[in-house]
């Protein structure tokens, strides 16, 4: 009884033209015991960006993560006063360098922490939070940063960048991963409403494990981005160093262009192959503080991305500085960009596939088309992902939800 009618709000509150958002719900006390449930914290990211913004509302929340490595500085920068509980892993010695190999233990780990005792339950889920144990009459809002990427659609992307074949290693993560999509698809009925932080990711939402799901897109501190007209002639990457953020692609591209500038911004796995990949028209910042970051990415000429992201902040941040986007059309992107030749007020340009080929035409194409792209009208199209709008639209599904338990 509870999925079904669980079924029918997620059904209502899809956000599509031809459906309307979700009806008024009571007013949610800010001051309720909140269990906020997070995959875990390696380090200060989108996803933890929007863990900070959803604690901002409950003062009396309290976060439960398998994994907590964030320096003192951004706790008390982000999460000042927020209790946080971790798992009986977290304290294995030396687990920061190799916590992402424990993934076929993170289910189990997650089922331990108990949160039966609070008023309502969020989790915000890449991977294993969303399969958190929760009372039948207990509210439980899932936000879906993307269903578990590497135990579905880009299994064989990361086994082969793994280079996991079907040897004896290979074989048994294979079987681990099986069991993993087993367990995910067993809990996907558990909350009563998942909200999608892109379209792309609520198509896979309904793809993967048949539910509808609400879009709320993640919040953009617009405050501490300021809008920079002048530009300077360069490009800009900017992203964690992985596989399938494929800045591998955006600098042989670039390899390509020697007359054009790329600053590539970030660290991460890829760090050392891709400076040995880059050309000399190609320079790496590593990683910057939050201030030269934005100041960065500010005064490029554009921003160029070529993964597929399931939101990806970073292009919104870019556009709330003012700043074009280049980037591949797949994902979060075709939510954040306003199309050239598709919009009266574009923001940047997307390429139809990852080839070096697609790329390059499409940075001549905004160059070719760059007096069309206004910096202001980037900062505008980015004030659809503020904080305010986030927090409004948590709270309205939370209460949904909440209202939804009373009437049971």
């Not at 999925?3 to 029918?8: F, G, Q, V």
């Not at 991977?127 to 439980?140: E, Y």
């Not at 980037?378 to 909440?402: H, I, P, Y």
Request: net charge neutral.
């Amino acid at each position: 009884m509870l999925h079904e009618r669980s079924s029918d709000l997620a059904v209502a509150a899809k956000i599509d033209v031809s459906i309307p958002e979700l009806p008024a719900a009571p007013g949610v006390d800010s001051h309720a015991r909140i269990a906020i449930v997070h995959d875990w914290c390696p380090n200060f990211r989108g996803g933890e960006r929007v863990l900070a913004q959803i604690c901002k509302q409950f003062p009396n929340a309290e976060v439960f993560t398998i994994f907590d490595f964030l320096p003192q500085e951004v706790k008390e920068q982000y999460f000042h006063d927020v209790e946080f509980h971790t798992s009986a892993a977290n304290r294995i010695p030396m687990v920061r360098k190799f916590y992402q190999s424990l993934f076929f233990f993170c289910p189990f780990l997650i089922e331990q922490f108990d949160v039966t005792g609070y008023d309502a339950v969020i989790s915000s889920s890449a991977a294993f939070s969303r399969g958190v144990i929760t009372r039948p009459d207990q509210p439980h809002l899932c936000y879906v940063h993307s269903p578990v990427r590497y135990a579905w659609d880009e299994q064989f992307s990361y086994l082969q960048q793994g280079r996991l074949g079907f040897g004896p290693k290979g074989m048994l993560y294979r079987y681990m991963l099986h069991r993993l999509r087993t367990w995910d698809t067993r809990t996907a009925h558990g909350p009563d409403l998942m909200l999608a932080n892109s379209n792309y990711v609520r198509s896979r939402i309904q793809h993967i494990y048949g539910r509808q799901a609400r879009v709320v897109f993640p919040p953009v501190s617009l405050a501490e981005l300021p809008c920079v007209e002048d530009k300077e002639d360069y490009y800009v990457s900017a992203s964690f160093l992985t596989p399938y953020k494929r800045t591998d692609l955006v600098i042989k591209a670039f390899n390509e262009m020697p007359s054009r500038r790329l600053v590539v911004v970030g660290e991460g796995q890829q760090s050392a192959s891709l400076r040995a990949l880059a050309g000399p028209n190609v320079t790496f910042s590593g990683y910057l503080p939050r201030k030269d970051y934005v100041d960065t990415v500010a005064r490029a000429r554009a921003m160029v991305f070529a993964g597929c992201e399931d939101f990806g902040i970073a292009l919104a941040e870019a556009q709330a500085c003012g700043t074009p986007l280049v980037a591949f059309g797949r994902g979060g992107a075709v939510d954040i960009v306003q199309r050239l030749g598709s919009s009266p007020e574009p923001t940047g340009v997307l390429f139809k596939a990852q080839t070096v080929d697609h790329l390059k035409e499409a940075v001549a194409q905004f160059e070719q088309n760059s007096h069309a792209i206004a910096p202001r009208a980037c900062a505008r199209n980015a004030a659809r992902f503020s904080e305010d709008k986030f927090d409004r639209a948590v709270l309205e599904s939370l209460g949904a939800v909440q209202a939804l338990h009373e009437i049971m």
